[in-house]
């Protein structure tokens, strides 16, 4: 394939270039279901020592259960870790796909656009897309479908706790 039909088939590109990087999504998918599950260790944390603890006065109890929550911690903040790096290299591996065809077709706007192009920056659009993609945007993508759950979670307390939390979300 030529250059010049590379560049006239931009979207085959792009979408080529996110398709190569489908299995490294669907592991963030994997890992940001653990980790949403993780998230629910604060509140339960806090459940089990009004539950626990504060009735029976137990100190050993309340050692076991906060190991036990620091090690959960401790697991969520690795996988935070794994996942924003899966995320960086996705990244990457998309910059490396496209920044062949984004320097070619940065050389070849002015040619093409002349004055009308000075504002098009191909190797720039890339960098930023390059910089969302690697950040925390898709992460918070890959959070949204569990609002709905933590919102029923907080209804099941009380009720008007809830229409708080839904207002405020």
Do not use: C
């Amino acid at each position: 394939m030529s250059s010049l039909q590379s560049l006239s088939t931009q979207r085959p590109l792009v979408s080529e270039a996110f398709g190569a990087s489908r299995s490294g999504y669907a592991g963030v998918g994997v890992l940001s279901l653990v980790i949403n599950l993780l998230m629910l260790t604060g509140p339960m944390f806090m459940l089990q020592i009004y539950d626990r603890v504060l009735a029976s006065h137990s100190v050993p109890t309340l050692v076991i259960i906060a190991s036990f929550t620091g090690i959960l911690y401790l697991f969520f903040a690795l996988l935070e870790g794994i996942r924003a790096r899966g995320l960086s290299r996705i990244s990457q591996e998309i910059d490396a796909r496209l920044s062949r065809t984004a320097f070619l077709a940065n050389l070849r706007v002015p040619l093409r656009m002349g004055n009308t192009g000075k504002n098009v920056d191909p190797i720039r659009d890339l960098e930023t897309m390059r910089q969302f993609w690697g950040g925390q945007g898709p992460a918070a993508l890959f959070d949204i479908p569990w609002m709905p759950i933590y919102l029923g979670l907080v209804f099941v307390l009380h009720f008007w706790l809830g229409i708080l939390a839904l207002a405020g979300a």
